[in-house]
């Protein structure tokens, strides 16, 4: 079965630390989908990237970035030179199998992060 | 830009009371999804649809039915609510299957059965 774990329930840093968010991911499907999203207090949560286990290639965002490391099971993401309006609970999300898979419809979400960003 | 829309935003129900949330998305997405989130926990699948008359069961279906008989809409009804059923409840939807494409959420209805 599917699993993602985010062992950091709560972490805070102080405006323009860099801080990074751990994501550990378990699935028997060499076809899988990785996902980070954002739920600011606002509540709605907002798609930040997606990968594919075929590709391990280190993504930058502006201030964000991904390391997908498949070898520890592990997608990462790095906020650098934190903001405030980064606050926010983030998750990591896993999905499984081909396009017209039953695991194709179902992201298996961790529990989240929440990082709170002092001024 | 409305996305996807939800209503109520917050709900609060007896035991056995049954009623309706809404939603409905405007980016003639086939694939719509409902989601419950717990305290401290991440979001786990109740139902799911993959176009107009076509729904089925996600991780935790029972207490829950859904219909859609039109692309743009997907209600979630209890019919006999429970303290379990207390949550925050997010629709949403996507142009693809959830695996291959982004999922665009509604901003959540929080419902609380006493």
């Known amino acids: 079965a599917q699993k993602v774990t985010q062992a950091q329930t709560e972490i805070s840093v102080v405006e323009k630390e860099d801080v990074t968010l751990d994501c550990v991911y378990e699935?028997?499907?060499?076809?899988?989908?990785l996902f980070w999203y954002k739920q600011p207090p606002s509540g709605e949560l907002v798609f930040l990237i997606r990968?594919?286990?075929?590709?391990?290639q280190n993504e930058i965002s502006g201030r964000y970035s991904w390391n997908f490391q498949k070898s520890t099971s592990s997608f990462n993401f790095t906020i650098t030179a934190s903001q405030v309006v980064d606050s926010a609970v983030y998750f990591c999300?896993?999905?499984?199998?081909?396009?017209?898979?039953?695991?194709?419809?179902?992201?298996?979400f961790g529990k989240g992060t929440k990082l709170s960003v002092i001024p | 830009n409305a996305g996807v829309t939800q209503t109520p935003k917050f709900r609060i129900l007896k035991i056995g009371q049954s009623m309706t949330l809404q939603c409905a998305q405007d980016?003639?997405?086939?694939?719509m999804y409902w989601y419950r989130q717990d305290p401290g926990m991440g979001l786990k699948l109740i139902y799911y649809s993959v176009g107009a008359g076509i729904t089925d069961k996600g991780e935790v279906p029972n207490g829950y039915n859904v219909s859609r008989s039109t692309t743009e809409d997907f209600p979630l009804r209890l019919e006999l609510a429970a303290p379990s059923q207390t949550s925050v409840y997010f629709c949403a939807s996507s142009v693809a299957t959830a695996n291959t494409g982004e999922l665009f959420f509604g901003e959540g209805s929080r419902l609380t059965v006493l």
């Open positions: 999300a896993l999905s499984e199998g081909s396009y017209s898979g039953a695991g194709s419809y179902q992201l298996t």
């Open positions: 990968r594919n286990s075929f590709d391990e």
């Open positions: 699935t028997r499907d060499t076809t899988y989908y």
């Open positions: 980016m003639n997405h086939n694939y």
